[in-house]
């Protein structure tokens, strides 16, 4: 989302949900926040300990492992991941010489076939998206976190699971402790939430955190179903938890309030996939929809629902491209010119490349970033032009002070020092 100081909010945000934190929530359950991008809970057992995810580093599992040891006396005997994203998993080979059992469960929906032929550009978006060439200032956070440890130089440590599950549901006796496993997907086809019934805690891992959510990752991915996101969000308000503790943000406690949270927090999303729908029923293009579609007041102004991660905007789009793929029903846009062509004879009618560039400069000089950077874009289809990429990259970077989501101004500041960059190529 732009708006004005949109920066600044996502700054505010930053300083007041990422303080280190290791509190016992309930007798013997540890809540672990801050010392890394995602969360982590351990519990203890009567020989060893339960841990659910890893930290996102090895360095920062090392230290993990010290706050288990100094808070238990007691080493890590099971790791139960909530899903397979690196962030929660990475710090992994901090565990895995006292580690006898490692779970996982399998996706719901497999990868599509030849997703491995994406690498090299879900590789460069997703470094866009994390900001992971930005210093601290630049990128101030990822959203839902403390930024990655790889970007200080840190190792992931991934150790794969002893054992991955392909039933929906699994209770158990671990070390003397009664855990309920359910594959529920969201964020993640293979996303399980954990109930300790004896304790009141239920871990929902990235079904739940307290911002809105990525229901579109900007580095690109297949579609995450926001109609069985919700179903998982209907399960997780049916235990009696006392305690919420997910995989990103802070914890919250009391029945009543985690099922008020999760149910404005379903109810949002169910907000944007059900008003895009009927939008797309009544013909409207993804433009037209994306910019009418706000959450309504009694969920935008709600401090978990901030678009500090996801945006609705971007929801809006996959949305339409999932149900009804690339085409927007006009005819016009069966079989358009080429961008270079495009780009050519919009130029000609505008009145040439240097009546242009003067708009470009103008828009800029009078903060209409959004119509600098697209009429930059049509300078660029036509030709490259070291110019018009520094202009560019002016704009992308004002733009970035405007928007909430830290995956948003991480895209946009990444891009611009690719430009500049690509502009030093020209030049030299």
């Known amino acids: 989302m732009l708006i004005e100081n949109g920066g600044q909010t996502l700054r505010d945000f930053t300083e007041k949900n990422y303080k280190e934190t290791v509190s016992e929530v309930t007798k013997g359950v540890w809540f672990v926040s801050g010392f890394g991008h995602s969360n982590a809970v351990f519990v203890e057992g009567a020989a060893g300990v339960i841990l659910i995810d890893t930290l996102d580093t090895l360095e920062r599992g090392q230290r993990l492992s010290e706050i288990i040891e100094k808070n238990t006396g007691k080493k890590v005997k099971t790791i139960l991941y909530t899903h397979g994203h690196p962030d929660h998993r990475g710090g992994a080979g901090a565990f895995q010489e006292s580690a006898e059992e490692i779970i996982a469960f399998e996706p719901v929906t497999a990868v599509l076939e030849k997703t491995e032929l994406l690498q090299d550009i879900q590789n460069l978006r997703g470094k866009r998206q994390f900001g992971y060439s930005l210093t601290d200032e630049e990128a101030i956070s990822q959203g839902i976190g403390p930024r990655e440890g790889v970007v200080y ?3 992931r440590a991934f150790v794969p699971p002893t054992r991955v599950c392909q039933q929906e549901r699994i209770v158990r006796e671990i ?5 309920e496993m359910v594959r529920l997907p969201g964020e993640a086809e293979e996303q399980i939430m954990i109930w300790f019934p004896e304790k009141e805690v239920l871990c929902c891992g990235d079904n739940y955190f307290g911002c809105f959510p990525n229901l579109y990752a900007i580095r690109g991915g297949q579609y995450r179903n926001l109609a069985t996101w919700i179903r998982s ?7 009696p938890a006392e305690y919420l503790l997910p995989g990103h943000t802070a914890l919250i406690s009391g ?3 985690i099922r008020e949270v999760l149910g404005n927090f379903k109810n949002s999303i169910d907000y944007i996939l059900t008003k895009t729908l009927e939008g797309m ?3 409207k293009s993804p433009e037209e929809l994306a910019s009418e579609i706000r959450l309504p007041g009694e969920y935008a102004n709600l401090p978990y629902l901030a678009e500090h991660y996801g945006c609705v905007e971007w929801t809006v789009r996959e949305i339409y491209s999932a149900y009804l793929g690339w085409f927007d029903g006009n005819p016009t846009n069966l079989h358009p010119l080429a961008p270079k062509a495009h780009s050519e004879k919009m130029l000609d009618l505008i ?3 240097t009546k242009t560039f003067e708009a470009a400069k103008k828009a800029l000089k009078e903060k209409e970033y959004q119509w600098c950077l697209e009429l930059c874009d049509l300078l660029l289809a036509a030709e490259p032009d070291s110019k018009v990429l520094q202009l560019k990259a002016a704009a992308l970077e004002k733009t970035a002070e405007y928007e909430t989501s830290a995956n948003g101004r ?3 500041m990444e891009c ?6 690509a502009n030093g190529d020209i030049q030299g």
């Open 153 to 155: 130089g840190e190792h």
């Open 175 to 179: 070390d003397g402790v009664q855990v």
């Open 233 to 239: 969000l209907d399960v997780l308000m049916s235990y």
């Open 255 to 257: 029945n009543e309030k």
């Open 281 to 283: 029923n009544a013909g």
């Open 351 to 353: 009145g040439g490349k």
């Open 410 to 412: 991480h895209y946009y």
């Open 416 to 421: 611009a020092k690719e430009l500049l960059r």
